[in-house]
Structure formats: C-alpha cells, structure tokens
C-alpha cells in the first residue's frame, strides 16, 4: 500500500511491504550515477594546471562526491543518503549489470554506509517491471556478493579510464 507518494521529494514511503514481511519501506532513485571521482584538482591544486611538469596525475586514494552541474542530481543524492543512513536494510535495485552495480555501490560509499555492519544489503534482480516478477524478486531478494564485484569491476575501469584520461589528454 502507497501511503504517500512523493516523488517530487525524491522518494515514495511504502507501507506494511507484503513481500518484505510487513515492513516499511523507502524507494528512492539515482538520477543517473549521483556520483563521480573527484577531478584532479580537488586531490592537489597543482593538479589544476594543465602543464607536463605535473604529470603523471595519479591520486593516492581515488574520492568520490556528487555529480556536478545538477542541482537536481545533487539534491537527490542528499535526499539518497537521507534513506540510506536511516535505512537496516538496503536493496540493489538498479540495472543488474556491472555499470548499476558500480553506480549503487559508488553512492553507498559517498553516503558513507558501505561498511557498516548494521546494515545488511541485498540484491533485486528482476527483468520485467510488471507486478508479479517485482513481487516475487522482493520475496527472493538475492545477496549482494556478485553484485559487489561487478560493482568493483566497473570501479576498476572507471579508475584506469580516469587515470587514461587525464593523463593522455594533458600530455
């Protein structure tokens, strides 16, 4: 039962879930990925420069924030973190390939919850939106072991791709 739908708030509340045993529950969305690594700049105000004598640009430790150029998307990734911090439970529900994998688990790690062992997390996997294949994969939530490591394969690309980049393109 939809109690209240507020989706210009950026989530809708969802009352007394059947298929989750009767609890309560929150979704909310990425408007896209919500997140991107940082620009060299933010590790290193040299880095700002475009200039071979600061090359090679390689961060110590790669940091994520919030999507830039959208207030939208930025609001919407404080109003994520909102519910993600509140939440004991936090499902995987986007694309099930490494891309929306990467994109769950990147703003997990901004919002700062992944890690935090009093949450646990699952896994939707769904492949047709219609309301018996949902109901049932909430029944079957899966666990997020693969999901993690697509997560951290796409992780993976993104960091080389951004490495490639900013290095190539200022040489």
């Known amino acids: 039962i939809i109690e209240k ?6 989530y809708i509340l969802v009352k007394n879930v059947e298929a989750l045993g009767g609890v309560t529950a929150v979704i909310t969305w990425a408007i896209g990925h919500l997140t991107q690594l940082k620009e060299p700049e933010e590790y290193k105000e040299e880095w700002k420069q475009w ?8 961060p110590e ?3 994520y924030r919030p999507i830039s150029g959208s207030k939208t998307a930025a609001k919407q990734f404080e109003n994520v973190k909102y519910w993600l911090e509140k939440a004991n439970t936090i ?10 994998s990467y994109i769950s688990y990147s703003i997990c790690l901004l919002a700062g919850v992944w890690g935090d062992k009093s949450k646990t997390y699952k896994s939707l996997w ?4 219609s309301p018996k294949p949902v109901l049932k994969g909430f029944r079957n939530l899966q ?9 951290i394969e796409a992780q993976t ?10 290095n190539a ?3």
């Open 169 to 171: 393109s200022r040489a």
């Open 91 to 100: 499902v995987w529900a986007g694309d099930i390939d490494r891309e929306g």
């Open 143 to 151: 666990s997020i072991d693969y999901r993690y490591k697509q997560a």
């Open 5 to 10: 739908e507020v989706k210009p708030k950026g």
């Open 51 to 58: 200039s071979l004598e600061t090359l090679p640009i390689i």
């Open 61 to 63: 430790t790669f940091q």
């Open 157 to 166: 690309r993104a960091k080389a791709d951004w490495l490639l980049g900013m």
């Open 126 to 129: 769904v492949d047709d939106l």
